[in-house]
């Protein structure tokens, strides 16, 4: 170990003045992930439904994401994304994957990662994910919508959860705002303050067009 005497130190030290002086409103990290979830099922092709999952590992590093799609290889013309049918099986049901599954499918790293990993998902799981979200590890889930609440296949999916030591929880009221993505250079995210700025917004859209 070298030794530095105390004034060797103070010669080095950065002056106070120079440090602390960091941003403060920064987005937690539930924050970060939910708006993953959000911005991938921004891809989904289903017309009635868009839902994005963000997996996290134990030390908030992405793991992986998944919206809700068709089988990789079937061509999105070809695919019925119809809720009724005469027939179940020229529906969307038997085919779509959910954005759960496909973002534990598309996970192509060490399955240990997934070990008491987090999901952050834009709608509260189906039955069928949660015991793959399980299976996998997931200890957690956390959730924008729980729009099939009380429905029996969301009753299925929180009862296989409380069985096998999952926790879930709705993403934080309080942390739920609208917030400006923006993809133009040297913009990034900001907070929508006031209905005013909305107001702003909607004008400069409006005159851009
Ligand atoms: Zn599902």
């Not at 134990?58 to 809720?83: A, M, Q, V």
């Not at 009724?84 to 599954?101: G, L, N, S």
Request: charged fraction near 25%.
């Amino acid at each position: 170990m070298i030794e530095i005497d105390e004034e060797e130190y103070k010669k080095y030290r950065i002056p106070n003045e120079l440090i602390g002086n960091k941003r403060e409103n920064v987005i937690g990290w539930d924050e970060a992930f939910m708006l993953q979830a959000v911005v991938i099922a921004g891809r989904s092709k289903d017309p009635s439904s868009q839902v994005g999952a963000c997996i996290v590992d134990e030390n908030n590093h992405i793991l992986s994401l998944g919206y809700n799609g068709t089988p990789k290889t079937w061509n999105d013309n070809t695919f019925p994304w119809e809720r009724k049918a005469d027939k179940d099986y020229h529906t969307k049901y038997p085919y779509v994957i959910h954005a759960e599954m496909n973002a534990l499918l598309n996970y192509k790293g060490n399955n240990k990662s997934l070990d008491g990993a987090t999901v952050y998902v834009t709608l509260f799981p189906c039955s069928n994910c949660a015991k793959a979200l399980v299976q996998a590890g997931v200890k957690k889930v956390i959730y924008l919508s729980d729009k099939y609440k009380d429905t029996d296949d969301n009753i299925a999916a929180k009862i296989c959860f409380d069985y096998c030591g999952v926790e879930y929880e709705e993403f934080n009221p309080e942390l739920q705002r609208d917030l400006i993505v923006s993809l133009k250079p040297n913009e990034g995210l900001s907070e929508i303050q006031t209905s005013d700025e909305i107001m702003k917004l909607t004008k400069n859209r409006n005159s851009n067009h």
